[in-house]
């Protein structure tokens, strides 16, 4: 699940590079903007863009594995010099849809304390703060900081039920901005099995322009095995005849994290499984892994899963998590713990199921604040099948055999949750 930006990196050719691109949007189509970064300084507390036009805005966040700070340009260009310093170790800049990004590679974990733009829109100067461990990871699911220069005298004036007027009094001039669609209603997946049985959704992590992790191995991408698995899995539940199954997504797409148990709770599911694969820099950290939700980490690599898997929403510069306020509202609080303790007793069959079956973490039952976990009232689970990194692990998360043996547990666990839940009745 690892979330890598792999873009073009502008450097000391950065003149060569600005005629390429300039040349390469005539040719392919690509969208020139009429700003260009004149040059990026980094110093020992902050960073310093400058731009040859005024900026319309821009925003910030933080990542980590490794730990990134990316910096995104509305309606500017990429190009000008770049010179790293202080904690930082090189900067890359690249095309995003409708501007630019900035991704400064950290030696050292920072945080932006402070933000602003000056030389009327044309400077923004981004103070820099070092970061303890724990409040890193806080950081990188804290979403973005965002940044506008001040415009004198603006004035948004209703134009129609699809768009606004913003009329600049000092400029005496007028934008029409569209205002987007009431989002539609989420497709809802098939069920398949037998009405009278119990739910279970099965969600395949990542998909679509989110590959997830990517293996060294061969490159495959998680998006692909978790789907693949995804499917085994609910092929080996089916087979039982002890369930009714549904997938959260059945092809290449993206669901934004909220939407995933969203659909599961629409569908009234009584388990819900996520599948993903992992990645770390240690390519001997090898087995599989049980995720259940808490507000706080049971170590530090679940700290690290959470503040990465929690990113999955903003991509290409687009926040996409924003949800229905009967969704993005959901706390951890009392009426939740019922449900976290369901599934932490689900774990805890998957893990002793699994055991003899497929390699496993000493310590597979984990805890994290996995956004994809918060349903209030839904046992959830996110499995964590092995590591991408790992080349033993990835040829066996490739194999038909090794998902058929992550099925063949997971129907296990399933059949006796369910029997007990019956038992207890």
């Known amino acids: 699940m690892d979330l890598r930006w792999t873009e073009t990196a502008i450097g000391r050719h950065s003149a060569p590079m600005g005629a390429w691109l300039a040349f390469l949007s005539i040719w392919f189509g690509v969208p020139v903007a009429a700003q260009t970064v004149d040059s990026v300084d980094v110093g020992s507390d902050r960073i310093t863009i400058r731009l040859d036009a005024a900026a319309t805005a821009a925003s910030s966040f933080v990542l980590s594995g490794p730990d990134r700070l990316v910096v995104d340009l509305d309606g500017v260009r990429p ?3 770049s010179e790293s310093g202080g904690g930082v170790r090189a900067v890359r800049q690249g095309w995003r849809d409708g501007g630019s990004r900035i991704v400064f590679d950290l030696d050292r974990p920072l945080v932006v304390t402070e933000g602003r733009f000056s030389d009327e829109g044309r400077r923004l100067t981004l103070t820099l703060s070092n970061a303890a461990p724990a409040r890193y990871a806080r950081a990188t699911t804290a979403g973005r ?6 415009v004198a005298m603006a004035t948004v004036v209703p134009a129609s039920s699809s768009a606004a007027m913003i009329v600049d009094r ?10 987007p669609g009431r989002r539609r209603g989420q497709r809802l997946p098939r069920i398949e099995g037998d009405g009278d049985r119990p739910l279970v959704v099965i969600d395949a ?3 679509g322009h989110d590959p997830g992790a990517i293996s060294p191995h061969g490159g495959m991408q998680e998006k692909d095995l978790t789907l693949k698995t995804a499917r085994a899995v609910r092929d080996a539940l089916l087979a039982s005849g002890r369930v009714r199954v549904a997938l959260t997504r059945d092809r290449d797409e993206f669901l934004v994290l909220q939407e995933r148990y969203a659909i599961a709770r629409r569908l009234g599911a009584s ?3 996520s ?3 992992d ?3 240690n390519p001997q950290a090898t087995g599989a892994s049980i995720y259940t939700l808490s507000e706080v980490a049971s170590d530090r690599e679940a700290a690290r899963l959470a503040a990465r898997e929690n990113k999955a929403d903003i991509l290409a510069g687009v926040d996409l998590g924003r949800q229905s306020a009967d969704i993005s509202s959901i706390l951890i609080d009392l009426t939740q713990r019922e449900t976290m303790n369901a599934s932490a007793g689900f774990a805890r069959l998957l893990g002793r199921e699994a055991t003899g079956v497929i390699p496993l973490k000493p310590n597979y039952h984990r805890m994290a604040s996995l956004m994809v976990l918060k349903a209030p ?3 959830s689970i996110l499995f964590e099948t092995g590591y991408l990194s790992n080349e033993a692990d990835a040829q066996r998360l490739d194999s038909v055999e090794g998902r058929r043996a992550i099925a063949k547990s997971v129907e296990r666990a399933v059949e006796v949750y369910f029997a007990r839940r019956m038992a207890a009745r």
């Not at 005496?172 to 569209?178: D, Y």
Request: charged share 20%; with cysteine.
């Open 79 to 81: 190009g000008g010099r």
């Open 145 to 150: 900081i965002r940044f506008q220069p001040q």
């Open 170 to 179: 000092r400029q005496r001039a007028t934008a029409s901005v569209p205002v």
């Open 205 to 207: 992590g990542h998909g």
């Open 271 to 273: 388990l819900f499984i």
């Open 275 to 277: 599948i993903h694969c």
């Open 279 to 281: 990645s770390a820099d």
């Open 377 to 379: 009232d839904l046992p």
